[in-house]
């Protein structure tokens, strides 16, 4: 009889079926084993848009001003000049708006501004009449206010959060003059003009954006504001007549805060 022959050898094929699957069930878990493990996967960071100079934007300024009025005057017969230096502290507030394009950065802006200017001089009227009980003219100016409406073009090739740009446009502010004609010291007629005068201003700068929202800046500017006719009048006859300039050199430094339009987000750095 074969028969007990056939079954033997199918339980060794069984038996070696099954350690070949457990060996291969084995290497697999310990091949698993040794693999690295899998590493998190990080998102790709989020690209701050470039920073932009286009948009709105309101500040304030502090600096000092050397201003000149010039005058002169008709008195009969006699002529003179005078020119009488205007100096002091200015401050006020500025806003306009920027628009970007490629370097290039256009604008408007507009000021407003108080003004400590003051100057004052006596000059005689004529040779050795200056002493004591003799005949002059005694003049005190001051600008008290003063704004400008300006076009600004700025280049930004250099840095784009640096802007050095040139700007000029029109100018008005309130210049107020007192003249005495003394005799003996003693005031004997006076003058005083006080009025609104317009003309134009020129200069530039450079400005530098320290976040998205904040930026500083350096200026310098001359204004001039025109000519101013006047006359003095006894009983109807004139016996003056007065022509004045003003102009004035400008320095200051100014922080803004800006509202950006397409630049980083809102607030940020």
Known sequence: MVRPVENGEDDMKALFTSVAVAATLLTANAMAADLPARMPVKAPPVMAPPFSWTGAYIGANVGYSWGRQKTSVGLGPIGLEETQDVNGVVGGVQGGFNWQVGQWVFGMENDIQASGQEGDSFYPLGLGLAAPGGIGISAEHKLRWFGTARSRLGYTGFDNRVMI???????????????????????????????????????????????????????????????????????????AGLESTFTDHIVRVGANYRFPIGGPAFGGF
């Open 165 to 239: 740009y040139a700007t000029g446009g029109a100018a008005y502010g309130e210049v107020k003059s007192n003249y005495d004609i003394v005799f003996g010291g003693i005031p004997a007629a006076s003058l005083d003009l006080k009025n609104t005068r317009f003309g134009w201003t020129a200069g530039g700068g450079i400005e530098w954006a320290a976040s998205s929202n904040w930026s500083m800046k350096l200026e310098y500017l001359y204004l001039d504001l025109g000519k101013e006719e006047a006359s003095i009048a006894i009983l109807g006859a004139p016996i």
